[in-house]
């Protein structure tokens, strides 16, 4: 039995399994299981992290990993979230980062997208012109199919 008492733990064993190229459907579901019950106190680069990495795995464990992705950061950007650490919450600088991996993974919830817009909208004078740049450029080549 796996147990996971740290954040960072899972971030790790997420790069093991793809390092080592494991193909085990039990060792899948225990990352899983260690992600839901850890997603709280993980990083948004840490989630990030195992979503690409289990992204490469072509398991279907992603798809549910993407799916508690999408929900925690949604809780996320709406403040519905009490965290310890600052660099728990979901910075201006992380939204280009989440925005790149969900959509470059096919993976954009509809309700997450309509929060980072709203979030963008309500917040925009708190953003530096790089990050402005950046979310216009991910919304103009992946988000927009009008581009």
Do not use: C
Request: glycine share 4%.
């Amino acid at each position: 039995m796996l147990k996971v008492e740290r954040a960072e733990n899972v971030v790790e064993f997420s790069k093991f399994v793809v390092f080592f190229g494991v193909d085990d459907a039990e060792v899948f579901d225990l990352l899983l299981d260690a992600y839901a019950r850890k997603i709280r106190e993980t990083t948004v680069d840490g989630i990030l992290t195992v979503l690409v990495n289990l992204a490469h795995t072509l398991s279907p464990s992603a798809s549910q990993a993407f799916k508690l992705a999408n929900q925690e950061f949604g809780q996320r950007l709406r403040f519905e979230y009490q965290a310890l650490h600052y660099d728990l919450y979901v910075n201006a600088e992380d939204l280009p980062k989440i925005l790149t991996v969900l959509l470059d993974h096919h993976q954009l919830d509809g309700d997450l997208k309509q929060q980072v817009i709203d979030s963008i909208g309500e917040n925009r004078s708190q953003y530096t012109f790089e990050i402005m740049a950046d979310l216009a450029v991910i919304y103009a080549t992946k988000m927009d199919p009008k581009y």
